[in-house]
């Protein structure tokens, strides 16, 4: 999961996602990071972690890091929240195949409409209950997905 600072919608979306591969049973590992080096090594916003705390999802523990080129060996599927991060992400490899990794996450919910998790950093509580609910609903799909895939 990725965003610019990895303290408000990628955190989120590791925290939702985890939470389900856990409820699930599926043997999946889930990261957050930012295409930024703003917030390495700092805790989610707080208001991140509230809204999560409002469904039974913790991630007061998470801090924040940067994607690097390495996280296109390690994992299988980049998920990016917005077309800028697509950008950022795809820019840090040449290989086409590690480039295929990357997907704007709302693309599993809403197919081929490449729309943008907004980020709800200078917002107020309506813009992190709107990105809780439209990760929710991309990481059901994402969910199912792999259900299928096993």
């Known amino acids: 999961m990725v965003c610019l600072g990895n303290i408000c ?5 590791q925290g939702i996602l985890e939470h389900k591969v ?7 590992e889930v990261d ?3 295409t930024s080096d703003y917030h390495i090594g700092q805790a989610p916003d707080h208001r991140a972690i509230a809204k999560s705390k409002e469904y ?23 998920l990016v929240m917005d077309t800028s991060n697509y950008n950022n992400a795809v820019a840090l490899v040449e290989d086409e195949q590690k480039k295929a990794k990357v997907e704007m996450i709302l693309n599993l919910s ?3 409409n490449n729309m943008s998790v907004p980020d709800p950093y200078f917002g107020g509580e309506e813009g992190f209950e709107n990105v809780y ?12 997905e792999l259900k299928s895939e096993r």
């Open 56 to 78: 039974g999802i913790d991630i007061s523990q998470y801090k924040g890091r940067q994607l690097v080129a390495e996280d296109f060996e390690e994992f299988d599927r980049i």
């Open 32 to 34: 957050s990071a930012g």
């Open 22 to 28: 856990e409820e699930s049973g599926l043997d999946v």
């Open 9 to 13: 919608r990628s955190p989120m979306a």
């Open 110 to 112: 809403q197919p081929g």
């Open 133 to 144: 609910q439209l990760l929710d609903h991309a990481c059901d799909v994402l969910i199912k």
